[in-house]
């Protein structure tokens, strides 16, 4: 791949200005309440959510150093990250054993996967998180809130939100460090009368390292830089109580360097741009009984890989893909009446349009697969949830989506949970279904003379089920000393989209089988500690072979820690450790750079990272952010290794 220079962007150096010249706080933006949204479609707090949900808030990204949504995600139960490299490489996520493509990602509760991909699956790699004030990952089927791809899960991006009491907020950080990594932020945000507004940059550039494996006989090394923006835009008008009017303009664009394992290659770069917007109003009618709302919204992703001929390979690739993504959709959340024992009754219903658009040209001349195609879907969804004794929450959802040109698909949610005071325990469980529609690619890619879509392949199918618990344990005088947690899962996936004998095109053959157990522990022994340790033990295995599905390891173990050794001081380690996990059918290499099929797995690796803040003034906090401080190239992916050890220094500020 082609070194990608760095070098301190007009933003950054804005950033650095600021933060010498004004005083701040590192906590900037106002805290959105700890209710959760993506689990139910309607606000609900987080312990009486039938899901298992992890949220990760604005203070988690900074005390943590989290950079990038593949970095926070790593230590989420039950979701393993696959990177191919570093920042912009393209990076998997697995939740629960379903495969990349059946993982759905949104942003402000909009669904943001690039139509563009051939599978259909979100890139985890690319997002900074300057602008998320923050993260809910929802575990197990959720297709009968968000249709399509939620087979294994959601991912919902919340972007930071105006304090209400002030006029004019502003907020940024400035860092660097080793691989002549430069980063830096400037935002403000307010509200003003009737109206509020956000406005936010970020850049970073990196030298990065080698993404391909030392042991490879074919290894230069070269470092493979990484450049990237991101700006964002939002403003709202509340005229009275109940009304709101709010626009969003999100955009980012990243320039990183590739290799193509295993070989290394000097001359191999990424381009991949994001534009998002999106308009929405939301009013109260009958007294606040009923909430109406109407929101539209798109997306456009342009990608772009370019390979020179060079000393190693002769080789040139020039791929495009862009993917457009439109969205109608029409909300209601209806508050019922009490019936005897069963109170705060909610309605939730609406109907969403998406039109989604897909043209691409990738490979060489001789093997061009070519996609110009478009698929739209109407959906009809409905949720109920209701209180029974103050202790039982109940929750249904139900929806049907109609795909041009496929059969649809019905999808459905059942869930309670039930709290225990009498013992500090709460108890859940929940099922469901899931389906994710065949991609543009899989339905009207073209390599002529070779390959061609199938335009009436069926959805994937899941059912599923899980079943957990936690329990709050006092102990030294602390009533939360200890919170042990469990969730068992279990689910089958069927017409799993794969080739047919001929490799000429695509249909569905395959099926899966998944089951697991997300184990977790807290422990809260002082004010000034806190440790959780979380383990994902996942069998995920193919009916027909009985082979386990390539990257999902049957183990995966996080260790996280706040400690306030002193006061305006937090130091966050983490550990994570990830086992053996195999590769698909020649996707395994050797030392020579030679194919295997269905070779042994990788081996397991460990990571350990560690950040620390400290609030130096009243409204200036310096941190450090230390990564794999072990110097580990353990491969996540066969022949692609860990990013070695880095450490940035930098300030963070707000007024």
């Known amino acids: ?89 393209q990076t998997s996520g697995f939740m629960r054993g379903a495969s990349s493509r059946n993982v759905l990602v949104l942003l402000d509760g909009v669904p943001i996967n690039d139509p563009s991909d051939p599978n259909g699956a979100f890139n985890f790699g690319n997002d900074l998180l300057f602008d998320v004030e923050r993260i809910e990952v929802v575990r197990g089927p959720a297709s ?54 956000l406005l936010s940059g970020t850049s970073l550039s990196t030298r990065g390292f080698n993404a391909m494996a030392p042991r490879f006989e074919t290894n230069i090394p070269e470092r493979d830089g990484f450049r990237g923006a991101a700006t964002t835009a939002r403003l709202g008008w509340t005229p009275l109580d109940g009304t709101r009017v ?108 998406t039109g989604e658009e897909a043209l691409s040209a990738s490979g060489s001349s001789f093997f061009r697969t070519t996609v110009d195609a478009n698929q739209h879907t109407t959906a009809g969804w409905t949720t109920l949830q209701y209180r029974a004794w103050d202790r039982l929450d109940v929750t249904a959802g139900l929806r049907h989506d109609a795909v041009t040109g496929i059969e649809g698909a019905t999808t459905w949610r059942l869930g309670a949970v039930l709290a225990l005071p009498e013992v500090s325990s709460r108890i859940r469980v929940s099922g469901g279904s899931g389906f994710a529609a065949p991609s543009l ?13 199938n335009p009436d392949l069926k959805p994937e199918h899941s059912l599923g089920w899980e079943i957990g618990a936690e329990t ?74 009985d082979r386990r599905l390539p990257r999902r390891p049957e183990h995966v173990v996080s260790i996280t820690a706040r400690v306030v050794p002193l006061p305006r001081v937090v130091i966050a380690p983490t550990v994570l450790f990830t086992g053996r996990s195999p590769e698909g059918a020649f996707a395994s290499y050797t030392n020579t750079g030679e194919s295997v099929p269905y070779a042994r797995s990788n081996p397991a690796g460990t990571v350990v990272n560690l950040t620390a803040s400290w609030q130096a003034m009243e409204k200036i906090a310096l941190f450090l952010e230390a990564r794999n401080l072990g110097n580990s190239r353990w491969e996540p992916v066969n022949g692609f290794a860990t990013p070695g050890r880095s450490v940035l220094v930098g300030t963070r500020f707000a007024l």
């Open 1 to 89: 791949m082609r070194r990608i220079a760095t070098r301190l962007t007009p933003l950054a150096l804005a950033g650095g200005l600021a933060a010498l010249a004004v005083p701040a706080l590192a906590q900037t933006a106002a805290a959105i309440p700890d209710t959760i949204v993506t689990g139910t479609r309607v606000p609900t707090p987080q312990e009486r959510v039938p899901a298992a949900i992890t949220v990760l808030t604005r203070r988690d990204i900074e005390e943590r150093g989290y950079q990038s949504l593949a970095e926070a995600l790593t230590a989420v139960p039950g979701f393993r990250v696959a990177p191919t490299g570093g920042l912009g490489q």
């Open 144 to 197: 009968a809130l968000y249709g399509t791809a939620a087979i294994g899960g959601v991912v919902n991006l919340v972007t930071r939100r105006a304090p209400p009491d002030r006029q004019f907020q502003p907020y940024g950080e400035l860092a660097g460090g080793t691989q002549n990594t430069l980063r830096g932020g400037l935002g403000a945000t307010g509200t003003i009368g009737a109206f509020d507004y």
């Open 246 to 353: 709010e626009a969003l303009l999100r955009w980012r664009e990243n320039r990183f360097g590739l290799d193509s394992v295993p070989q290394d290659d000097p001359n191999y770069t990424g381009e991949d741009r994001r534009w998002y917007g999106q308009l929405r109003g939301e009013t109260k009618l009958l007294d606040g009984l009923w909430t109406t709302g109407l929101r539209i919204a798109a997306t456009e992703d342009r990608r772009r890989y370019t390979n020179l001929p060079d000393s190693l390979s002769t080789a040139s690739t020039n791929d495009y893909y862009r993917g457009t993504r439109t969205t109608l959709d029409w909300g209601n959340t209806v508050r019922l009446p009490d019936l005897g024992a069963l109170t705060a009754g909610t309605v939730a219903f609406g109907v969403t349009h």
């Open 441 to 453: 690619f899989q339905r009207y890619g073209v390599i002529s003379g070779f390959f061609q879509g």
């Open 472 to 545: 709050d344990i006092a102990a030294f005088g602390i009533p939360n000393f200890a919170m042990p947690s469990f969730t068992f899962f279990q689910s089958r996936v069927r017409d799993l989209i794969n080739y047919n004998n001929e490799f000429n095109t695509l249909v569905n053959v395959d099926r899966a089988r998944i089951h697991g157990a997300e184990l977790g522990l807290t422990l809260r022994p002082s004010p000034r500690l806190e440790a959780t340790a979380a383990w994902t033990i996942t069998e995920a295995f193919d009916e027909a072979t």
